[in-house]
């Protein structure tokens, strides 16, 4: 027994240099060997908790570990022992000064209870959901959540890192915009703490990272993010990435850094519709304590269709408005500050133009574009068409392929994927798409 003890001590020494150091102290470091009866080895753990975990997290590192020590596998048995050491709950301070890299806290009020869930979102709030329950351990690593401006992208992300703060598993987790990432590498080469840079950012159990798409140029934090995105991998940590577009539609990032993107799980986020809207604008409400009747609401819902931020920041007018000139909150005052808002913003080009504007200069009959046409000239110019739809509208996929020939989601997104990579290799293709826009913006 005691050359067996000796054994799973040299196991544990292996472990120890392949699992994030907080990880191996919580995990692994309590357990001891009660038996190896050369099939088998029972080992001791605190409670089935943690019995549990190191059956769905580390089966696969433990068992290539013995193998390398003892010359032959071994299969795995947890007993709870309750004298084993108890782990230490994990709020570990990070391996570098604070001072120098301090943490971005996560904004308590964005979890998944006050995220409204509807058609434009729902796909990517399960996988959200997913990561949350099973950090590491699932098969969405990494988690890539893309979309536009104010869709929700952060809510979900911050959602994320809050639900696994708050499970008790005690992961270490880092909450970093792309900016952050690369301000921090900035400092460290200045102050020449490469060494503590990496180590920072590659202890982490939970990494999520807001606005990749800023990375784009940065060849140096490029490498950096490569790196901590490998190390991560190999040692179990989850990486979730928020962009405001796919990884194939992001120009000046390696290509090493795109394939890895693309290796787990990518899930958009669409504008939300009227329904979805409404649902959104009656929960804040609520929380805010405000009453407007249905039919109020309906017209807000209706006259904010871009996106949730661009509806929040009308709410706050709205409420900032109606308290400071004490005014109710009435259907004139409302179609009042629509308008005003209305006069900023550009025009907003329609699907119905697009598909005039398209069909006009590629000289094909605006019908074909909705057509079951397979010839390549009408179907190019119906990609094309999606294309901008996409990009300068606030339209989700379904309305565009329901308004092109009732196509599905699938078809619009492989519309948009053949025109951004045409665009790279195909000048002619660009200098088309430039004249329409100028037409359509005129």
Request: glycine share 6%.
């Amino acid at each position: 027994m005691q050359s067996a003890n000796v054994s799973w001590q040299e196991c544990l020494s292996v472990l120890s240099e392949r699992i994030q150091p907080q990880s191996f102290k919580t995990w692994l470091k309590p357990t001891q060997l009660i038996s190896d009866d050369g099939n088998f080895l029972e080992i001791a753990v605190p409670n089935r908790f943690v019995a549990n975990w190191l059956e769905n997290n580390y089966t696969e590192q433990i068992v290539q570990a013995v193998r390398e020590v003892c010359g032959a596998p071994r299969k795995l048995k947890y007993c709870v022992s309750p004298s084993t050491p108890r782990p230490v709950p994990v709020q570990p301070p990070p391996p570098v000064p604070m001072d120098n890299y301090s943490r971005t806290l996560l904004n308590r009020r964005y979890t998944f209870d006050n995220f409204v869930v509807g058609d434009s979102n729902q796909f990517a709030h399960a996988a959200a959901v997913a990561v949350a329950d099973a950090p590491g351990r699932n098969k969405f690593n990494p988690l890539y959540l893309y979309g536009g401006v104010g869709l929700g992208k952060t809510h979900l992300v911050q959602a994320i890192g809050n639900a696994v703060a708050g499970n008790g598993a005690g992961l270490n987790i880092l909450y970093v915009t792309s900016e952050k990432f690369t301000n921090d590498f900035i400092r460290a080469i200045a102050e020449q703490k490469t060494a503590d840079f990496a180590n920072y950012y590659r202890s982490v159990d939970l990494l999520l990272i807001d606005d990749i798409q800023f990375l784009t140029g940065k060849e140096a934090t490029q490498v950096q993010f490569f790196h901590t995105f490998n190390s991560l991998q190999q040692t179990g940590g989850q990486i979730v990435m928020t962009s405001d577009r796919p990884p194939h539609e992001i120009h000046g990032l390696e290509e090493r850094l795109l394939s890895r993107f693309q290796c787990g799980l990518v899930a958009d986020i669409q504008p939300p519709d009227f329904e979805m809207r409404l649902a959104i604008l009656n929960k804040r409400l609520s929380a805010e304590g405000l009453k407007v009747s249905p039919e109020i609401a309906a017209m807000i819902a209706d006259g904010i269709r871009s996106n949730v931020r661009e509806l929040e920041g009308f709410l706050i007018g709205l409420s900032a408005c109606s308290s400071l000139t004490r005014q109710e909150i009435t259907a004139e005052l409302v179609t009042q500050l629509l308008e005003k808002r209305a006069s900023k913003k550009p025009k907003e080009i329609s699907l119905e133009e697009i598909q005039k504007t398209v069909s006009e200069y590629l000289r094909v009959s605006p019908e074909s574009l909705k057509s079951k046409n397979k010839t390549l000239e009408v179907v190019t110019a119906r990609q094309i068409a999606m294309y901008i739809a996409k990009h300068h509208t606030g339209h989700s996929l379904k309305k565009i392929g329901e308004f092109f020939g009732n196509r599905d989601h699938s078809t619009v997104i492989h519309a948009i994927t053949k025109i951004a990579e045409s665009l790279s290799i195909d000048g002619n293709l660009k200098h088309r798409l430039d004249e329409i826009l100028k037409r359509l913006t005129a």
